[in-house]
């Protein structure tokens, strides 16, 4: 082997690491995006409260949230992280500002139900939530089929989540 093909083979393995090194920085930076939101759970956590709600036969345990929600914020910020892929912000705007949206929505829910003890505007609030998840969904099934499959069960349980913040609403 010559020289030149020895300082070839160190470039391409330098490109290959840099790019790994990207897309391990994107994946680690949509991770940091979607465990900020939930850190809500931990300034506004469920509380008294809460717990002296009445509450339909269905409402979950509460330790079923912690791992449902660690899930859904995994598959979410791998869903965005494909989708970022495809060209960053610059090409996917519309999907990932979607994403943000919804993102932002889906912290915001936390204070209003158990920080100002709002269940009606908190409602209204998740409705809204639930949307931007569908349209977040819809616009990453035109970027990446696979990212928008691992919104599913975030929208699923974000929809469980809307019927059971209204029981909660109109029984209280």
Partial sequence: MNNSQ??????????ISRAWLSDLGGLAMW???????????????????????SKPS????????????????????????RVWRRGGWRVQKRPL???????????AWTPLFFGLHQAGFAFAEIVLLWLA???TLLAFLRVDRPAAWLL???LGWVGFAAILNFTLWRIN
């Fill in 152 to 154: 599913v069960p975030y």
């Fill in 58 to 81: 269905w409402n979950p345990p509460p330790w079923v949230f912690g791992p449902m929600w660690t899930a859904l914020y995994l598959m979410m910020a791998v869903a965005a992280w």
């Fill in 97 to 107: 500002g979607w994403f943000a949206l919804q993102l932002v929505l889906n912290a």
């Fill in 31 to 53: 991770l940091v995006a979607c465990f900020a939101a939930s850190a809500m759970g931990a300034v506004f956590p469920p509380g008294e409260w809460y717990q002296s709600l």
């Fill in 133 to 135: 998840i569908l349209a």
């Fill in 6 to 15: 020895g300082t070839t083979g160190k470039t391409v393995r330098n490109r």
